[in-house]
């Protein structure tokens, strides 16, 4: 199974921050790689797919880049909304696999 | 607008079985697959497998084969979860999402279904 990991684990950022969550993967898995945001309590939200398009209505503030490997969601400026855990996900093969998430807390 | 809704809570003892529904609206069932996704309290996501609506294509994880089984109706564009021989370590909310097995997307998803295990 393909291993993915992300760093940091968590993070504490001031609304209008830049802030960037990376996620690495055991194997090349091209750019089949996936972002979600979770909320306590919610589904995951699907926002980044082949791992820099963005789904339909996920705000511009969020983007996403990396092939092979390494890969970074930023969000340019952090807003209230934004506060949550990030998940990637690999889709090159299965079984998928997620990484371990990166929580977005308020400073 | 597509919508997944699924089953209420179930509380199970060890050694039984528990079967999620999710129901699917607003798109045609058959294009899509349905992925399901568990997670434990306070933990990450974990894939459990995934099921075509059109076929019978099928993949679980490999720590579940034997004990799970996906299936679908067309017919009432549900999709079904069905786990067996229960333990504590099952506690989890149970998601369904949309699979776009070509894309590898899952990008709308079910409420979610909590599903204790308890003697």
């Known amino acids: 199974d393909i291993q993915m990991t992300q760093s940091p684990s968590s993070l504490s950022a001031s609304v209008g921050d830049r802030v960037t969550i990376t996620c690495r993967a055991s194997q090349s898995i091209s750019t089949y790689l996936n972002w979600y945001q979770q909320k306590p309590g919610k589904a995951p939200k699907f926002l980044v797919h082949?791992?820099?398009s963005l789904q339909s209505g996920v705000p511009s503030r969020f983007s996403g880049s990396g092939s092979g490997t390494e890969f970074t969601l930023t969000i340019s400026s952090l807003q209230p909304e934004d506060f949550a855990t990030y998940f990637c996900q690999q889709s090159y093969n299965i079984p998928q696999t997620f990484g371990p998430g990166t929580k977005v807390e308020i400073k | 607008q597509v919508h997944l809704v699924q089953s209420g809570a179930e509380v199970k003892k060890p050694g039984a079985s528990v079967k999620v529904s999710c129901k699917a609206s607003?798109?045609?069932?058959?294009?899509?697959?349905i992925t399901w996704v568990r997670q434990a309290p306070g933990q990450g996501l974990e894939w459990m497998g995934w099921?075509?609506?059109?076929?019978?294509?099928?993949n679980y994880a490999q720590n579940l084969q034997g004990r799970v089984t996906m299936t679908t109706d067309s017919s009432t564009t549900t999709a079904y979860m069905e786990l067996r021989s229960l333990t504590s370590d099952d506690t989890a909310v149970y998601y369904c999402a949309r699979a776009n097995a070509a894309a590898g997307t899952n990008d709308y998803w079910g409420q979610g279904t909590l599903v204790t295990v308890s003697s």
């Open positions: 607003g798109y045609t069932f058959t294009t899509y697959g």
């Open positions: 099921h075509s609506a059109d076929n019978d294509i099928r």
């Open positions: 082949a791992a820099s």
